[in-house]
């Protein structure tokens, strides 16, 4: 079975420093990976899918299928950037498309 | 933008009673979804719906619960008869044709007495 991991629980760094979110994944094959974001008392929302190589909010992240991982970076933090981030996998072309979570780190950018 | 919404937000119910959850999914998406997230835990997958009926269901979705689309716009979860482990964060997702991302609901807490 598929499974993600995010080893970090808790990140704290320092406006404008470098953060970078680990994320590794178990699968075989080729899943599709995101990651999404909750800020505090919000809904879960999409910030990044590997298939769209997108900056959002100037965070990317690369598939590394060598690695198996998914790590998400942004090379400045700013204190909007505090919440919680999920890595998530998902399989293309199965049944339903469920989405398997990691458990998530907690960014706290201090000012 | 259009959004997934999920009432109540908040649901206290007594163990053993049943308990509805209840979302509206974003109106032209076909596929639904609830996940659960156990306070500390992560978030879990319980079931996916499609087309009017299950596609996917975890070990969790037991004969306890259930999910319906009654009417073309809510899609509930019921759980039959809730028991203190059912206490969690419930989250409602849809998506629509394709390759499109779940867009997830703000989620309903329930606490079981």
């Known amino acids: ?111 | 933008e259009p959004e997934v919404t999920q009432t109540p937000s908040h649901q206290v119910t007594q163990m053993g009673q049943e308990v509805i959850l209840r979302c509206v999914p974003i109106s032209n998406h076909l596929y639904f979804y609830w996940y659960r997230q156990i306070l500390g835990q992560k978030v879990e997958f319980l079931v996916s719906f499609y087309n009017n009926e299950i596609s996917e269901k975890s070990e969790i979705f037991d004969d306890q619960f259930s999910v319906e689309r009654p009417d073309g716009s809510n899609f509930t979860l019921k759980i039959r008869s809730t028991k203190l482990e059912d206490s969690a964060m419930y989250f409602c997702a849809s998506r629509g044709q394709g390759n499109q991302p779940q867009h997830f609901g703000d989620g309903t807490r329930l606490s079981i007495l």
């Not at chain 1, 599709?32 to 879960?44: A, H, I, M, N």
């Not at chain 1, 997108?54 to 933090?77: M, Q, R, V, W, Y």
């Open chain 1, 1 to 111: 079975a598929q499974r993600v991991t995010q080893p970090e629980k808790l990140l704290s760094v320092f406006k404008g420093a470098p953060v970078e979110l680990k994320c590794n994944y178990s699968y075989s094959g080729s899943p599709e990976l995101f990651w999404y974001v909750q800020y505090s008392r919000q809904r879960l929302q999409l910030l990044l899918r590997h298939i769209s190589r997108e900056s959002i909010k100037g965070f990317t992240a690369d598939l590394n299928k060598g690695e198996t991982s998914f790590h998400l970076k942004k090379p400045f933090a700013q204190e909007e950037d505090s919440a919680m981030y999920y890595c998530a996998l998902s399989l293309p072309r199965a049944a339903g498309n469920k989405l398997t979570f990691g458990g998530g780190t907690r960014v706290l950018v201090k000012p």
